[in-house]
């Protein structure tokens, strides 16, 4: 879901925000008024009074947005499909600063699969920032970890941040580097 940048919103009531890229918890009143600047994978930057501010999809009723359907699995689903929506889910975390989804950035270096149990599986991911000291880590961690956990059959989602080896601009993905004026 991408949505037209500048789009004036209106806070309908009190809602949590992370401050970009401080990643900072902020409460914003009802009757804020802001701008959506990206509405890509469930979740919105909008700008406020100077300031960027990420809402969580939970939260998208506050500034008028629909929140993220839930997710199902087709009948008779397999491992595979069950992977390949995790996958799918990963590419919904997106960069809060720029609309680059952080698989296309080239930050996800493993995602493993125990499916012993089908009906409680295990996923180990192991991602990276572009920047060690980013404000947003803990964040887009979180993220990763909760839209990995929304997948049927999903029971524990291992989220682990490493920085070995040093993210840089050649692990994006073509179209990625496409978006930048890379290519």
């Excluded at 990206?38 to 947005?65: K, M, P």
């Excluded at 009906?119 to 060690?132: F, K, Q, S």
């Amino acid at each position: 879901m991408q949505m037209p940048s500048n789009e004036p919103v209106t806070f309908q009531r009190d809602c949590e925000a992370v401050l970009i890229p401080a990643g900072d918890t902020v409460e914003i009143p009802v009757g804020t008024h802001g701008n959506i600047t990206q509405a890509l994978g469930g979740s919105f930057t909008v700008y406020i009074a100077g300031n960027l501010i990420r809402i969580a999809g939970e939260n998208a009723d506050a500034i008028g947005q629909e929140p993220p359907e839930p997710l199902r699995l087709p009948e008779g689903a397999g491992n595979d499909d069950v992977e390949a929506m995790v996958w799918e889910q990963m590419r919904t975390v997106f960069d809060p600063e720029i609309p680059i989804n952080l698989v296309d950035l080239g930050l996800v270096y493993q995602c493993d699969f125990d499916h012993s149990d089908p009906t409680a599986r295990v996923v180990d991911i192991d991602m990276t920032l572009t920047a060690p000291g980013c404000g947003m880590g803990d964040i887009l961690v979180d993220d990763v970890r909760n839209k990995v956990k929304m997948v049927p059959t999903i029971d524990q989602v291992r989220v682990e941040l490493v920085f070995d080896p040093p993210w840089t601009m050649e692990m994006m993905s073509d179209a990625a580097k496409l978006q930048v004026g890379m290519l």
